[in-house]
């Protein structure tokens, strides 16, 4: 089992910046790929960015393209969504997510991030 807490949301005007952090405790040896998705009311959740645990490569959803950052710190099992010229539209609950080979998928329990017009 993995457990995957999330920080770092909150309430910021357009233009703004949040940093989210997920930490991941438990068998974390396994793990290939951490990331982030949003749910916003009424919609479903989307992928926002996911990082490949080994090789550190990233990817991103068209939306957030360069104005958001993933990144990981193996040492500390974490990973960072840096989201920068934040929208109004980028209001969600954002979620982190653990694949790990075998495979298994765990989800956190979510942060709210909301951004002001």
């Known amino acids: 089992q993995v457990q995957l807490v999330e920080s770092g949301g909150g309430l910021v005007q357009g233009g703004g910046s949040l940093r989210l952090s997920c930490v991941a405790s438990?068998?974390?040896?396994?793990?290939?790929?951490m990331g982030w998705s949003r749910q916003s009311p009424g919609k479903e959740r989307e992928f926002v960015a996911g990082i490949n645990w080994g090789d550190d490569s990233a990817s991103y959803a068209d939306s957030v393209e360069g104005r958001f950052t993933v990144s990981r710190d193996i040492g500390k099992n974490t990973v960072y969504l840096q989201m920068n010229n934040l929208k109004p539209e980028d209001t969600a609950v954002y979620y982190c997510?653990?694949?790990?080979?075998?495979?298994?998928?765990?989800w956190g329990q979510g942060t709210q991030v909301t951004v002001s017009s």
């Open positions: 438990g068998r974390t040896f396994t793990t290939y790929f």
């Open positions: 997510k653990c694949v790990q080979y075998g495979p298994a998928t765990y």
